[in-house]
């Protein structure tokens, strides 16, 4: 099986850091770093995948595309 790859949002909190996957609902995770946060989202989307397959629904396709505006201030 190949990977799949999705965009991911990390957020600083006063506690640490969130993430969560735009193109799958409800699929979030929080660290104290980001690369602890990281690794729980990986496994959070992991988990989802799995579940979402054995309800015998679709994944849902990336299709959320993020990007670095610059504005003049």
């Known amino acids: ?6 965009t991911a ?5 006063n506690t640490g850091f969130s993430a969560y996957v735009p193109d799958l609902p409800g699929c ?3 660290g104290e770093t980001i690369e602890e946060t990281q690794q ?3 496994e ?3 988990l989802y995948i ?3 397959r054995a309800t015998g629904a679709a994944v ?3 299709s959320t595309v993020a990007t670095v505006i610059e504005v003049p201030v």
Do not use: D, H, N
């Open 40 to 42: 729980l989202l990986r």
């Open 60 to 62: 849902p396709q990336s």
């Open 50 to 52: 799995e579940e979402t």
């Open 28 to 30: 979030v995770a929080a």
């Open 1 to 6: 099986m190949s990977g799949m790859r999705f």
């Open 9 to 13: 949002v990390i957020e600083k909190t």
């Open 44 to 46: 959070a989307v992991a």
